[in-house]
DNA sequence: ATTATTTGTCATGGAGTTCTAAAAATGGCG
DNA sequence: CGCCATTTTTAGAACTCCATGACAAATAAT
């Protein structure tokens, strides 16, 4: 089953070049020239991607994502003129897949869409990915990456982010963390060790290890995981 | 007799799927693709529990929960594609029992929906999201907020205000606090710390601390947790 | 067999929490 | 009103909990 792509841009060589090139990939290509459009679009043909140029008249792309982004959770790539608006697009609360600045390498693009479409139809419900901001952990492969890098994680390490990002947002005792990465009988002496840990994984993971975005401490309980933004 | 789950979300991958693992647990499932549809079904087909999506076209889950909240009682699991949705649900006034983050394994799905149920079968409403007027407390997130800004508690904090919002309205004794605060026995002398945990209580929940409105002293008795606006 | 990686233990200091005790304020009731 | 019982408030001592670093044991890799 063919994907379908919306394209948002008021520039219609660019809109072309697009369509041209990405229907060879056998995407359905549909367009918009605005936010406003684009929101109309979007709501009928449900894409399972937008590419969105940051700079239109009537609505732009931050205002369009603003209202966008509470309906649905469609993966967008920013098309951006000034390699300084990236910084507008990551700064903001927008909530963009990915961006690119015009003008940019077909190819690069190409790649990039495959990239967003791949890992956003392993979004699903069925799906083994667990993606949090720029954080991704595809519980299949056993890899963790963040921002694309890798990042290697211990067995242990790894198994702990699992049930935490499973269960976002759920507190948990040191006993069910050591529980979930132990097969077999736990100690509650054992317990400390889940502390340690957790120093390893914030250390990975986290910005900025003394002041815990994701990984929370639960005074008197244990841990728990949530984007803290 | 088998309980009716009613699953709202426009994906119609996630609604099969749902459908699909949930009839193992010989439960009745009807299904809606929006918040206007769903408020067709569920005052038709009074379903025991609603799995909700946050996120949908026409009418999302939030202005749904508005609109049948005025209704009906039930309790309702929010589906949330994104971490940060969480602070939204906790947030705003929407009177979810329950959460869970996309994608998710379904076995934690099955758990959650059978705690639910079980919880609400039995006439006292055990919901694991607290909410009085702009307060919100959060069971299993450990996490308390009052108009959408998370309020630290500390551990015996939490406890207390868990039993008292727990059982609205109702009086208990020091002695009763005590012992939920406390595991193993507890001593008569320790009844004054209770004071001194409802002082710290009410220094972070009332508006203002000289006339509680939430946290009442019942005279020569002990204290009860009550609106009295 | 040797090295590297991973896991768990322990001690320490500092932060946060709980409890006590005593004084001040308030409520109930004759 | 005036008294006593009860609650509130305060401050600090005692305690619990967590992050950290150093290190040892177990496990995997070479």
Redesign the pocket.
């Known amino acids: 089953m063919s994907k379908t792509i919306l394209i948002v841009d008021d520039d219609k060589k660019i809109r072309d070049m697009l369509r041209l090139y990405l229907a060879k990939d056998q995407y359905y290509i549909v367009e918009a020239l605005n936010g406003r459009e684009a929101l109309y679009v979007a709501r009928y043909e449900k894409p399972d991607l937008i590419l969105l140029d940051l700079m239109m008249p009537e609505m732009n792309g931050i205002e369009f994502m603003k209202i966008y982004r509470r309906e649905a959770n469609t993966p967008v790539i920013m098309l951006t003129a000034r390699a300084s608006e990236i910084d507008e697009i990551l700064g903001l609360e927008i909530g963009a897949d990915d961006y690119i600045t015009k003008p940019f390498i077909i190819q690069a693009l190409r790649a990039r869409v495959k990239a967003v479409l791949r890992r956003a139809s392993g979004d699903a419900v069925e799906s083994d990915v667990l993606r949090v901001g720029e954080m991704v952990l595809d519980r299949t492969g056993r890899i963790f990456k963040i921002k694309g890098e890798t990042v290697?994680l211990?067995?242990?390490?790894f198994s702990l982010l699992e049930l935490l990002m499973l269960n976002c947002g759920r507190a948990y005792s040191?006993i069910d963390l050591l529980q979930h990465?132990?097969d077999g009988p736990v100690?509650e002496?054992?317990t400390?060790?889940i502390?340690?840990?957790?120093?390893?994984l914030?250390a990975k993971i986290e910005p900025n290890?003394?002041e815990?975005r994701f990984i929370q401490?639960?005074?008197?309980?244990?841990y728990r995981f949530m984007d803290g933004d």
Request: positive net charge; contains cysteine.
């Open positions: 290697n211990t067995p242990s390490e040191r990465i132990t100690l002496s054992q400390r060790a502390d340690v840990h957790v120093r390893n914030r290890c003394n815990p401490t639960v005074y008197g309980m244990g």
